[in-house]
């Protein structure tokens, strides 16, 4: 395993339209990340995962934002209606079971125009 | 919520010691991280301090004091290949953690 996988790697998107993210963590990892970050900034906390269940959403996401992970595998992250404003690079991480430490992916990088 | 303070940037030189600080306010403290994040590329892992005191790991030492909701990244003799972004992060009971907006280290020959 090499790693946490993100696709793709880059968007371009025009407004309005809806966007889907995937993350593939390092197997057996069962907390999974999601963060957003934007040049100068450090990551910001979208959602968490432990196996299947979301224990965690960030109180400044929209109603635009979803996130699954159906199998405690995988997850998706969905921007419905895209604003300019999520351009951004979207990073997602995951971490074992006996440890707090997160291992990120590579980031997709989304651009709104 | 989470309030999470360290200085925009810093400048050392080649060979020399660095200390980053950080600073924290949260409810539901349950540790502390350090990442390095190089320009265009993901965060990595460096340190982990969940009790008081300081934790050494190579050439990298990481301190924590929850009293004083206070924590250092140590860098000793830093090479060119250290200048990168370094990111406090802050973890809590929930399992969410929160980043600072990291420290940009540049190390000059």
């Known amino acids: 395993d090499t790693g946490v996988s993100q696709d793709p790697r880059h968007k371009i998107t025009k407004r309005g339209q809806n966007v889907t993210f995937r993350c593939d963590p390092i197997?057996?990892?069962?907390?999974l990340y999601w963060y957003r970050q934007t040049l100068g900034q450090g990551p910001e906390f979208l959602t968490y995962?432990?196996?299947?269940?979301?224990?965690?959403k960030s109180r400044l996401l929209s109603d635009r934002f979803s996130a699954e992970r159906p199998k405690g595998s995988f997850s998706t992250l969905e921007i419905q209606r895209t604003e300019q404003g999520d351009s951004a690079m979207y990073l997602c991480?995951?971490?074992?079971?006996?440890?707090?430490?997160?291992?990120f992916g590579p980031g997709t990088r989304l651009t709104v125009t | 919520g989470q309030n999470i303070d360290q200085p925009t940037e810093m400048t050392a030189t080649e060979g020399a010691i660095v200390q980053i600080n950080c600073t924290y306010q949260?409810?539901?403290?349950?540790?502390l991280f350090w990442y390095q994040q190089h320009a265009g590329e993901a965060p990595t892992f460096l340190s982990y301090?969940?009790?008081?005191g300081l934790e050494e790991k190579g050439r990298f030492s990481s301190f924590l004091s929850r009293s004083k909701g206070y924590s250092y990244l140590l860098l000793k003799e830093l090479q060119m290949k250290d200048s990168a972004s370094y990111l406090c992060?802050?973890?809590?009971?929930?399992?969410?953690?929160?980043f600072g907006d990291g420290t940009t280290l540049t190390v000059k020959p």
């Open positions: 995962f432990q196996n299947e269940a979301q224990l965690e």
């Open positions: 949260t409810s539901g403290f349950n540790g």
């Open positions: 992060a802050v973890r809590t009971n929930a399992g969410k953690s929160t």
């Open positions: 991480a995951s971490s074992p079971g006996l440890s707090y430490e997160q291992y």
């Open positions: 197997s057996e990892h069962n907390r």
């Open positions: 301090n969940v009790l008081d």
